[in-house]
């Protein structure tokens, strides 16, 4: 037999890069590593007031350099020479503006503190009033840009972002060459990229973010936005006319970037692609079964054959691109914009007044404890009709039909009503509000089989997929992968290193299968039943 081959797969989150090396053969994590992104930590260049969420450059550099080489320290060196890949997800749209090198403009003199010269995470939502502008501006013309988006333009996403920064900055509009997302920059920086015209960019950012679709023959034409806002008057042509898959190559690692890894330099890096679309194949997706990947927020991957897809536009979803996920197929993208996000938002809401506690591991100890408490009182709780109800929209709603200025909300309190209730009523939102996405797919003709879930949430919150089965009234596989992102990065990794010849075949060699499923319980689906016409006519309310 020949000896084993490895591949790198990092996954950028909104916290932290995990990476890890995998057995190329078998799928067997060889060793892992976590690393914290420390400006992120301190709450840099972030205002929650006003949706500001940005992120620097440096905090991924830093990331995926001291990730990857402990690793391969760990490792040892007779792993280290057989290493023949790495590949990345990241969040998104994370975009960033670069000059002509590709570089963050955050790295130019005088621009070093500057929010808009930073990464505008995700769940920066600065540009409502862009994205409506958007929305508005895409209904005059005779080709619908929207078709493949859902129909619905988000602040989440490419190009109201690069408005917004754009109108708000005139150092930005004086610098600024190109915009490009996370997951399209760092392939761009490991492979030692100089000239920004020549950066690869993937179907998956491309198509589900930044309005391109080869029924088009690329991005909206230049007037498309030039009439929307004179300042984005060219910039389609600074930005792509063709995308790749993530089975293909974006080169070689540079010698720095090998030296800095401690790889050698023939390693091959892939294009990358958002951490649901790499998650979703790390999880053993198939044909209509929804893969949820949970963490912060949601984003829910589905996959369908190209013949099925013929004349279907899914309304009011992330988009729906040929290849995104899965060469061949039709990768469809939905989610929620806050789910753990709402629970440690609940967390904090109750642990402020600990924040006086000089000690330090005291306070930890109560805190990192509080949601587990929380949760075993909540599901003690027995259910009831008219029980406490939440609304999920604590960050906006991503799907069905985006939305970022709804407002999340709780109804039904009263002088009984205690921190496990109202718990209760938001665990039980985020998942109405799953359920949501799940019945607007089911509504526009596309069948959901089944679900399996991934990420943080879904391996240690078993009150939460409980609820979450009752509720979808399916049952949920959960992967036993507790790296699911980063493993479907490894798997890409393989396949554009030539290792297999599809995303299928890594798949069915490097999966690691399923660990748990959680079942409906038949008494709670009834009155989860009837909850879910509460929620949703409590949405209606709030959204007038």
């Not at 990857?68 to 792993?79: I, W």
């Not at 996959?303 to 995104?324: E, F, H, N, Y």
């Not at 038949?522 to 309310?541: E, Q």
Request: glycine content about 8%; overall charge negative; aromatic content about 10%.
């Amino acid at each position: 037999m020949e000896p084993a081959t490895y591949v790198i797969g990092a996954d950028f989150g909104t916290d932290s890069v995990r990476s890890v090396i995998i057995n190329s053969r078998n799928g067997q994590e060889i060793t892992s590593s976590v690393f914290y992104y420390p400006r992120w930590k301190q709450h840099l260049y972030c205002n929650p007031s006003s949706q500001q969420y940005r992120q620097h450059p440096l905090d991924y550099l830093e990331g995926i350099e001291t990730s990857v080489r402990h690793c391969v320290e760990q490792a040892g060196p007779e792993v280290a020479k057989r290493i023949k890949a790495i590949s990345v997800d990241t969040t998104g749209s994370t975009p960033v503006a670069v000059d002509k090198t590709g570089t963050p403009l955050c790295f130019l003199p005088g621009l070093e503190n500057n929010p808009n010269a930073l990464f505008v995470l995700w769940k920066d939502h600065t540009s409502t009033g862009e994205a409506e502008e958007i929305n508005k501006h895409a209904a005059k013309y005779p080709v619908n840009y929207l078709q493949f988006v859902g129909g619905i333009y988000s602040s989440e996403w490419f190009w109201a972002k690069l408005l917004h920064i754009l109108r708000e900055d005139e150092a930005i509009r004086n610098n600024i060459y190109s915009f490009v997302e996370h997951c399209d920059w760092i392939p761009y920086v490991l492979t030692g990229g100089t000239d920004a015209a020549q950066l690869k960019r993937g179907v998956c950012s491309a198509g589900h973010k930044a309005l391109y679709a080869a029924e088009f023959g690329g991005l909206p034409p230049d007037t498309f936005f030039s009439e929307l806002d004179p300042l984005l008057k060219g910039f389609t042509e600074r930005l792509f006319t063709r995308t790749y898959t993530s089975a293909e190559k974006a080169g070689t690692i540079s010698p720095d970037w090998a030296v800095k890894l401690g790889l050698s330099n023939d390693v091959v890096v892939g294009i990358g692609a958002f951490d649901c679309h790499m998650g979703a194949v790390g999880g053993q997706i198939e044909p209509y079964y929804l893969s949820k990947v949970m963490g912060t927020s949601t984003c829910d991957i589905l996959v369908a054959p190209k013949a099925d897809m013929t004349d279907k536009l899914v309304r009011g979803i992330c988009g729906q691109v040929d290849g995104s996920v899965i060469p061949g197929m039709i990768g469809l993208e939905a989610g929620q914009s806050a789910f753990g996000d709402a629970y440690a938002w609940f967390k904090n809401l109750l642990s402020w007044p600990l924040q006086e506690i000089e000690d330090e591991t005291l306070r930890n100890n109560i805190t990192d404890n509080l949601i587990n408490r929380l949760s075993t009182e909540a599901a003690k709780i027995p259910l009831n009709e008219k029980d406490e109800l939440a609304l999920d929209w604590l960050n906006g709603r991503r799907t069905p039909d985006a939305d970022q200025l709804v407002k999340g909300a709780f109804t039904g309190l009263d002088l009984s009503t205690d921190a496990p209730r109202m718990f209760k009523a938001l665990v039980e939102a985020t998942c109405f509000g799953a359920k949501a996405i799940t019945d607007r797919f089911v509504e526009e003709g596309i069948p959901v089989k089944g679900l399996i879930a991934l990420g943080g949430v879904a391996r240690k919150s078993p009150f939460v997929m409980q609820t979450m089965a009752d509720v979808m009234n399916m049952p949920i596989r959960i992967h036993s992968s507790e790296q699911t992102c980063a493993a479907g990065a490894a798997m890409f990794a393989a396949t554009a290193a030539g290792i297999y010849a599809t995303v299928e075949d890594a798949m069915k060699a490097m999966g690691q299968g399923f660990d748990k499923e959680y079942k409906p319980i038949r008494k709670n689906v009834a009155l989860y039943k009837k909850r879910f016409k509460r929620y949703k006519k409590l949405g209606v309310f709030v959204a007038r």
